[in-house]
């Protein structure tokens, strides 16, 4: 039985440093990332949709929600702060093109700009990832994250922690 538990905490570690690796990536091909509403663009988006994004079961309004959309090969396209109010926050992300896309958040609480652990590598702070899709000892595979744009869309995300 202390085997298992022993097992359980070394794989929920190695999940959470691979959830605050992915968290901590950025994509640096870009020096000066095009900002529109609050929304920094990596990339000079120039397509006619838009996408918003709805967040809920926040488990508190302090901090902030740390938001990144990636690609199908999981390169980070945007990304942005978004406040809270009453235990959820949206954004719209605009001007992008049809394709695959990812979406991956934290709730940075504490807004100290990462996905704070405990001793274990155990989550202190909320987050999620499109599809609400759940990873398996470790984050999701971008595959069980991607969606497909190809109209306005709206998606609806919920708070792990």
Do not use: W
């Not at 022993?6 to 570690?13: A, D, G």
């Not at 929600?65 to 992300?93: F, H």
């Amino acid at each position: 039985m202390k085997k298992v538990a022993i097992i359980k905490t070394t794989l929920l570690v190695l999940l959470m440093s691979v959830c605050s690796y992915v968290f901590a990536q950025e994509d640096s091909t870009m020096l000066e990332p095009i900002v529109r509403n609050g929304v920094y663009y990596n990339i000079s988006e120039t397509g006619s949709y838009s996408l918003t994004l709805e967040i809920i079961k926040l488990k508190s309004n302090d901090g902030s929600v740390m938001l990144s959309l990636v690609d199908e090969n999981g390169r980070q396209l945007a990304r942005t702060k978004i406040p809270i109010m009453d235990l959820k926050c949206s954004v719209r992300i605009d001007s992008l093109q049809a394709g695959n896309y990812a979406i991956r958040y934290y709730h940075d609480k504490n807004n100290n700009g990462e996905l704070d652990t405990g001793a274990f590598g155990i989550p202190k702070e909320g987050y999620g990832f499109s599809n609400n899709a759940r990873g398996f000892m470790g984050p999701p595979d971008l595959e069980d994250m991607i969606f497909k744009l190809e109209d306005d869309l709206t998606l609806k995300m919920k708070t792990v922690n």
